[in-house]
């Protein structure tokens, strides 16, 4: 177990039982779940063409977050 970890669990200790039950539930659906997020080999190898593109577009933090907004609405 990593020092980090051992650290959350000695907080999470400190909690109340209902509390510790949600972050307990939170961690078990991270472990469950993590393996879901993921690229498939299709998309990696699209991910990795658009990276060698010498014409590719960047655009800034502050406009990704704007595009990004702008898909919640």
Do not use: C, F, W
């Not at 970890?5 to 039950?21: G, I, K, P, T």
């Amino acid at each position: 177990m990593t020092k980090l970890l051992e650290q959350a669990l000695r907080e999470v200790h400190q909690l109340s039982a209902e509390d510790q039950n949600a972050a307990a539930g939170a961690l078990l659906d991270y472990v469950k779940h993590m393996r879901d997020v993921g690229l498939t080999d299709a998309q990696l190898e699209e991910v990795r063409r658009r990276r060698t593109n010498p014409d590719r577009k960047i655009v800034s933090h502050a406009k990704a977050r704007e595009r990004i907004g702008r898909l919640g609405s």
